[in-house]
């Protein structure tokens, strides 16, 4: 059974940094696609940052320049830097997997384990 657990969360003042973690455990194959999506209240689930096995990534325009995502196929973890963070920056925080044998697809529809979340809170 796929789980992804997330940690990392709190609170920021707008201008700081967190960083986000997520271990992904039940995999039998590193060939996946791993992502990082957020939710703020009232809005639909969006793509932060994105990222297959071979490292190719992508990002949200709104995160580019300010946030970086890496993972460790090794030991199955995926982290997420936020730098420069804004309150607009505030959301529940969402490690997402799906096994792919070619690229990632950049959408909350797309893959199938998530983990519970973690919030993020950015005043001003």
């Known amino acids: 059974q796929v789980q992804l657990v997330e940690s990392g969360g709190g609170s920021v003042q707008a201008g700081g940094s967190l960083r986000l973690s997520c271990a992904a455990s039940?995999?039998?194959?590193?060939?996946?696609?791993m992502g990082w999506f957020r939710q703020a209240p009232g809005k639909e689930r969006e793509a932060v940052a994105t990222?297959?096995?071979?490292?190719?990534?992508y990002y949200a325009d709104s995160v580019k320049g300010r946030f970086a995502i890496s993972r460790d196929n090794a030991n199955n973890t995926l982290d997420l830097q936020m730098n420069s963070l804004q309150p607009d920056d505030s959301a529940t925080y969402y490690c997402?997997?799906?096994?792919?044998?070619?690229?990632?697809?950049?959408?909350?529809?797309?893959?199938?384990?998530w983990g519970q979340g973690t919030q993020v809170t950015v005043s001003s």
């Open positions: 997402a997997a799906r096994w792919s044998s070619g690229s990632c697809v950049n959408s909350p529809s797309w893959f199938n384990h």
């Open positions: 039940g995999y039998t194959s590193s060939t996946k696609c």
């Open positions: 990222i297959f096995h071979s490292g190719r990534a």
